[in-house]
Structure formats: structure tokens, C-alpha cells
């Protein structure tokens, strides 16, 4: 699917900068991805490339290359497919990308095309899903839901044992889906995600547990992958001015930021999982620079000379 894409995002590019009508055979020697052996692959695949740039909304169209008509190529016309620039900024965009992309019903996602006319989406970080996908576990919500609502215990399979445990909220967080409360044979409060719990079933009479004044269902889980996990760091970041904005999306309320008067920031972060916090700071490439500690500096450098 990766080389769809590309070879995609390849062929509307050459088609926009051209200018012009291209021919197959330009398409065919200039494109990326289009390097097939078999004239009859490379056909089947630009019937469908040409299919599937329609289907997104882009006007692709076979003008003549020359007043006589002897030879045509494909066009995509500006005026049909480029909206007047809104003059949205780097943050706008980001606001309606993450509108257009924070529930999913029916496990489908909105498209991005009229993005894209917008100017971009943005970038994700860290490749973790933002969407709340309803799709398959629609029903299985449901029944949280209602136990949580009433007050009700609900039980199921998790990790290979019985649970049941008194639900006192629902949570939504990096793409999944948690129930959060005790187990009835423990005090303790536990997350559990909602796709791997099995058999799911409010059980019992309404107003079996109380849920503690001041309960906050969304504290049990740590908003950032980084934050889960053994480990007790704390880490100072600097962030480039560009992408501070963005930066500052992503922390979570347990960091501490300075600004400087060029708009760089400086980040103070806790750190429970090195892995994922390296893995996160590598999403911003040279944008963003591990001050200290030097344990959480030295695996990023040892992760990009591993990559390289």
C-alpha cells in the first residue's frame, strides 16, 4: 500500500508542476514506480492509478498535446481542482485535521483530499492513531457504557482470567478504548483496554458501587506513551520555533515549558518509557534536541547511527 501511495502522490505532482498535457509514455519514463517490465502491467496499473485519483475527487483529463490534434495527454485542470488559497495557518490546518479526523463511525475515517486542497495535513506524531474508531467495537461500548451510566459491575476475560470489576469510566485515549476501575477483590484502580477484554457483560443490579467524589477516569491512564512504564527520568528538551506549536500540543499537563524570545521552548518532561520518548522526539528529526540526561541523549543517537 506504501508504494500505491507514493507512486500516487509521484504522478499527481508531475501532473500539477507539468503544466501541460502529458503523454503515457512521459508518465510511463518519468514517474517513479512505474519502472514495470510488461507493457501490459504498466497499463493495468495506470487504469488503475487514473481510476483511483478520480475516485479521490481530481479532475484527470486527456487534452491535445498540439493544435492538431495528433497526439493527447493527461491534464489535471487547476480551476477544477485547486481552491483559492484561505491563507490558513500551520495551526489552523492542524485544528481542522484533527476535527476532521477525531471520530470514525463506522470505522471509517474522513478522507483527505479536501485537505490536501487546503494546503496539507500535518504531520502525526509518532505514528500513533488520533481517531475513535466505532466501528467494531460499537456494541461492546454500549454495554460499558450503560454499566457505567448505572452503576452496574461488569465482567469479562482478560489476560487469561475472570474479571469483574466495578466501571468507574470509560476513557478514550491514543486510539483504544479503557475501562477504568477496581477489580472487586482489589482497591485498586486499573485500566483495562476495551479490544482485548472478552465476553463484556453488565451484570447485577443498578447502583451496585459508588464512584469516588472528585474521580477523574481519565488520570488512571498516562496521556503519553512515554509516560508508562518503569522508569523514573526527567528530560529537557529544546524545540526549534517552527515546530514548537506542535510540540507543545503533544505535552502533556506533567511538563514544565520556557519560551524563549525567539519562540523556541525548552521542555521539562518525565520520562517512564525511554523507548517510546526517543521514538517520539526522532518524529520531530532536527527540529528537536535531547539536552540531558545523557542516558535518554545517548540512546537517541545510538537509534539514529542504528537507522543509518
Known amino acids: 500500500m506504501q508504494n500505491v501511495v507514493e507512486r500516487i502522490l509521484n504522478l499527481l505532482a508531475f501532473l500539477l508542476t507539468a503544466e501541460r498535457p502529458v503523454t503515457a509514455h512521459e508518465i510511463r519514463t518519468t514517474v517513479a514506480g512505474y519502472d514495470q517490465s510488461s507493457d501490459d502491467a504498466w497499463r493495468r496499473m495506470f487504469e488503475r492509478d487514473k481510476e483511483l485519483l478520480r475516485n479521490l475527487g481530481i479532475p484527470l483529463e486527456l487534452r491535445a498535446t498540439d493544435a492538431w490534434e495528433v497526439e493527447h495527454g493527461y491534464v489535471v485542470p487547476a480551476a477544477e481542482y485547486t481552491l483559492p488559497d484561505p491563507g490558513l495557518t500551520d495551526e489552523e490546518r492542524a485544528a481542522l485535521w484533527l476535527a476532521a479526523h477525531a471520530v470514525r463511525l463506522g470505522g471509517q475515517a474522513s478522507g483527505p483530499e479536501a485537505l490536501f486542497k487546503l494546503g496539507g495535513a500535518p504531520m502525526a506524531a509518532g505514528g500513533e492513531p488520533l481517531a475513535a474508531d466505532l466501528g467494531a467495537e460499537a456494541g461492546v461500548l454500549a454495554e460499558a457504557f450503560s454499566a457505567v451510566a448505572e452503576h452496574r459491575l461488569i465482567r469479562f476475560d482478560y489476560a ?110 518525565p520520562v517512564a518509557n525511554a523507548d517510546a520518548f526517543i521514538g517520539w522526539v526522532l518524529s520531530f528529526d532536527a527540529s528537536a534536541e535531547i539536552i540531558a540526561p545523557a542516558e535518554l541523549r545517548d540512546g537517541l543517537l545510538t537509534r539514529v547511527r542504528a537507522a543509518g
Open 160 to 269: 487469561e482470567r475472570s474479571r469483574e470489576v466495578a466501571p468507574y469510566g470509560l476513557v478514550h485515549r491514543r486510539g483504544h478504548w479503557y475501562v477504568v476501575g477496581p477489580e472487586l477483590s482489589s482497591s485498586t484502580v486499573k485500566a483495562f483496554r476495551v479490544d482485548r477484554a472478552a465476553g463484556m457483560k453488565a451484570v447485577g443490579a443498578p447502583g451496585a458501587f459508588e464512584r469516588p467524589s472528585g474521580f477523574r477516569a481519565g488520570d488512571a491512564i498516562p496521556e503519553a506513551a512515554w509516560e508508562a512504564g518503569p522508569e523514573d527520568l526527567e528530560a529537557t528538551v529544546a524545540f526549534d520555533a517552527d515546530i514548537a506549536w506542535w510540540a507543545r500540543r503533544q505535552l502533556t499537563g506533567r511538563a514544565v515549558v520556557a519560551e524563549d524570545d525567539d519562540g523556541a521552548i525548552v521542555a521539562t518532561i
